[in-house]
T-cell receptor
Framework: GAGVSQSPSNKVTEKGKDVELRCDPI?????LYWYRQSLGQGLEFLIY????????KSGLPSDRFSAERTGGSVSTLTIQRTQQEDSAVYLC????????????FGAGSRLTVL | KQEVTQIPAALSVPEGENLVLNCSFT??????LQWFRQDPGKGLTSLLL?????REQTSGRLNASLDKSSGRSTLYIAASQPGDSATYLC??????????FGTGTRLKVLA
């Protein structure tokens, strides 16, 4: 696609429910990142994919968080048993790969846990 | 551990002023540095990317410089306009492929 697409744009859920957030990167981009931005906070790194593998999962906050990427394209971030502190904007970004490439972000998925 | 700091946290200026935003990082072993803008409720838009071998990059009214040895970058905005109002973030990447972001500078340009 022309840009990075994320869905849903907004999600309101009840505490304890599971949620899935989807990211569709720019076609041909091999690198994919998930970040979290809490209200008034900076961007918190969650996970990085190169192709379908995730060499760096160091930012996932707990074992309730998981992510996968299939076909070197779409990625899904899953949060199980959501808590109120999971409320944030989840941002996905992609790049062609390598260390000298521009990072392109999607518009984000705003998650509110009641 | 890489830490990125941006000063000031917020800035309000009258239209037409030239301004400088600052970004500092603790580990000089970076591959590149990117400047982004974020509008309220939106994702990030890349403005400029400076590779570690470069000293500066320019795009229109924007100029970004990089001094790796001192761990600093500046974003210069010439002749500011109300449409420049946004949060500006810098991010650095090193060998871990992980972009580390600063907390941003909230800019308001008054008409």
């Amino acid at each position: 696609g022309a840009g990075v697409s994320q869905s849903p744009s907004n999600k309101v859920t009840e505490k304890g429910k599971d949620v899935e957030l989807r990211c569709d990167p720019i076609s041909g981009h091999t690198a994919l990142y998930w970040y979290r931005q809490s209200l008034g906070q900076g961007l918190e790194f969650l996970i990085y994919f190169q192709g379908n593998s995730a060499p760096d999962k160091s930012g996932l906050p707990s074992d309730r968080f998981s992510a996968e990427r299939t076909g070197g394209s779409v990625s899904t971030l899953t949060i199980q048993r959501t808590q109120q502190e999971d409320s944030a904007v989840y941002l996905c970004a992609s790049s062609p790969g390598g260390l000298a490439n521009v990072l392109t972000f999607g518009a984000g998925s705003r998650l509110t846990v009641l | 551990k890489q830490e990125v700091t941006q000063i000031p946290a917020a800035l309000s200026v009258p239209e037409g002023e030239n301004l400088v935003l600052n970004c500092s990082f603790t580990d000089s072993a970076i591959y590149n540095l990117q400047w982004f803008r974020q509008d309220p409720g939106k994702g990030l838009t890349s403005l400029l990317l400076i590779q570690s071998s470069q000293r500066e990059q320019t795009s229109g009214r924007l100029n970004a410089s990089l001094d790796k040895s001192s761990g600093r970058s500046t974003l210069y905005i010439a002749a500011s306009q109300p449409g420049d109002s946004a949060t500006y973030l810098c991010a650095v990447i090193s060998g871990t492929y992980k972009y580390i972001f600063g907390t941003g500078t909230r800019l308001k340009v008054l008409a």
